[in-house]
């Protein structure tokens, strides 16, 4: 019987979007471009410390990208990259599944 | 501004399918009803010890089921639940993103 192997990327990316918050985060930019304070107005029971966190994770996994505004005073904003964009479908597809079938 | 809630079953979802194996073992039953030396022999790599527990968890999530028929000697098969069959278009979906995506 031929032998199935899983991409390790299918795991990577599922437990990147299963870290608390993460999915949250990345709804959120789909509505576009938010600034911190603007993120964490709209989740509650998130700290400070852990948007920054999340956001460092999401950066760094190329699906977030921080945008600096050299204004005065500087403005920094966080938008979906082309990646963090695409993952529309598949988190759609998620979640009807997950709110049909998970207690 | 609203505030956004992500449903925990999404993230519990989520966190279900990152669990190491737990994609794959999904995938080949995806192929139909499976003894456990048929599933162990198609993926490599992974420990009877750990496909034990990993179907028992599949099993208590709703995602497998266990079939025991009383033949002799007792035959039983694994075969995904309808919740399990249904995980089919959002991991095609999210498959493509991942390979198309994650480094």
Redesign the interface.
């Known amino acids: 019987?031929?032998?199935?192997?899983?991409?390790p990327?299918?795991?990577?990316?599922?437990?990147?979007?299963?870290k608390?918050w993460n999915?949250?985060i990345i709804?959120?930019l789909m509505t576009g471009p938010k600034r911190f304070r603007?993120i964490s107005?709209?989740?509650?029971n998130m700290s400070d410390k852990m948007l920054v966190e999340r956001l460092k994770q999401l950066e760094c996994e190329?699906v977030v990208k921080r945008e600096v505004y050299p204004e005065t005073p500087v403005r920094i904003e966080y938008v979906l990259t082309k990646?963090g964009q695409?993952?529309e479908?598949?988190m759609d597809?998620?979640?009807?599944?997950?709110?049909?079938?998970?207690?």
């Open positions: 019987m031929e032998q199935h192997h899983l991409c990327k299918f795991e990577s990316a599922f437990q990147l979007l299963g608390r999915g949250l709804r959120v603007e107005a709209v989740i509650p190329g990646k695409s993952l479908p598949a597809a998620f979640q009807t599944w997950a709110e049909k079938w998970m207690n």
